[in-house]
């Protein structure tokens, strides 16, 4: 069973950025594809991004431009930078591996 643990999640003010990791418990380069998925209030759970080690990726339409994931094999993490952040990204967000792993999340909220 993988394991992942999601960090980085935090209160922020409108426009401003947060960084966050996701660590697994066997090698990333070996999980595939990763995505970063979100449950905002009020909504079912969205897929943020996701992407595989071939390059391809994919962000949802509400984050494009703003959101940025990333691989570090060395850290062993998955990331997501999310910068301008706006009110409607408030959510817990969540790691996933393969389709079928899950983190346990972290909270986002973000407000003035």
């Known amino acids: 069973q993988v394991q992942l643990s999601e960090s980085g999640g935090g209160l922020v003010q409108p426009g401003g950025s947060l960084r966050l990791s996701c660590t697994a418990s066997v090698p990333i380069r070996d999980l595939e594809p990763m995505a970063w998925y979100r449950r905002t209030p009020g909504k079912q759970r969205e897929r943020v991004a996701r992407?595989?080690?071939?390059?391809?990726?994919d962000y949802a339409e509400s984050v494009k431009g703003r959101f940025t994931i990333s691989r570090d094999n060395v850290k062993n993490t998955f990331n997501l930078q999310m910068d301008n952040l706006k009110p409607e990204d408030t959510g817990v967000y969540y790691c996933n591996a393969e389709g079928r792993h899950w983190g346990q999340g972290t909270q986002v909220t973000v407000s003035s």
């Open positions: 992407g595989n080690t071939l390059g391809s990726i």
